[in-house]
């Protein structure tokens, strides 16, 4: 079989393509075993909830930072502690199959694989080389194969914007056209293609495996 030959690296989002995760604040506190309070599912505590881990997701703010300005956010409603289990809760598992094809991927001698995704310093301890669990929380450890691990609150920025593709490019010395990406957010994956990169949406809500191999298989890159 021959790979298409412009492709070098096939990149992953996190959340949506490898690894389920809330979706919702109600559903991260359903998650946790917690009940939504009044109040904290307003238009204006959602506002202040993105802000913040907008700023949380680009690094710019330590962990005791976000979690304390959260709780005041929701006026109190959750404590500092309650919205760390919350974040814990957030990230669900991880889907069926797609460990199995990096695992292929990784044994191919002329495709390297990676991650770029939006996420913080408490989601991206999570992963680990081994599926174990540290006091109860379990670890999700198909991202930890990805050759090239690059993440929001390392690099300073955000998906779509488009710097933190160039950012990308520059840390790996991939050029855009050999790059094959798979996002589940449309902005993410139109603005992967407006910088030359192969991009495919994934659906997350169905069989993500399935789709990340017929792209591969589109592409000449798996059986």
């Known amino acids: 079989m021959s790979i298409e030959p412009n492709i070098r690296c096939v990149c992953f989002d996190w959340g949506g393509v490898i690894l389920r995760f809330c979706r919702s604040f109600a559903e991260g506190v359903r998650a946790a075993g917690l009940d939504l309070r009044e109040g904290a599912d307003g238009a204006e505590a959602i506002a202040a909830r993105r802000g913040l881990a907008n700023q949380y997701s680009m690094g710019k703010m330590s962990r ?22 919350i974040n814990h ?60 691990r690059h993440a929001s609150h390392l690099l300073g920025l955000l998906k779509p914007n488009a710097a933190i593709y160039a950012a990308f490019e520059r840390e790996t010395g991939f050029a855009p056209s050999s790059i094959l990406f798979f996002d589940d957010l449309q902005e993410n994956v139109l603005a992967a293609r407006a910088r030359g990169w192969r991009a495919v949406q994934i659906d997350h809500t169905g069989d993500t495996a399935a789709q990340i191999r017929a792209a591969l298989r589109e592409h000449s890159i798996l059986r």
């Open 89 to 148: 809760a957030w990230l669900i598992e991880e889907y069926p199959g797609v460990g199995l094809i990096v695992d292929e991927l990784n044994a191919l001698p002329h495709i390297e694989t990676a991650l770029l995704s939006n996420t913080t310093e408490i989601h991206w301890e999570r992963q680990h080389t081994e599926p174990s669990r540290q006091n109860g929380i379990p670890h999700f450890p198909t991202a930890a194969k990805l050759k090239h």
């Open 64 to 85: 005791a930072e976000f979690l304390e300005a959260a709780s005041r956010a929701t006026s109190g409603l959750y404590t500092v502690d309650e919205l760390e289990r």
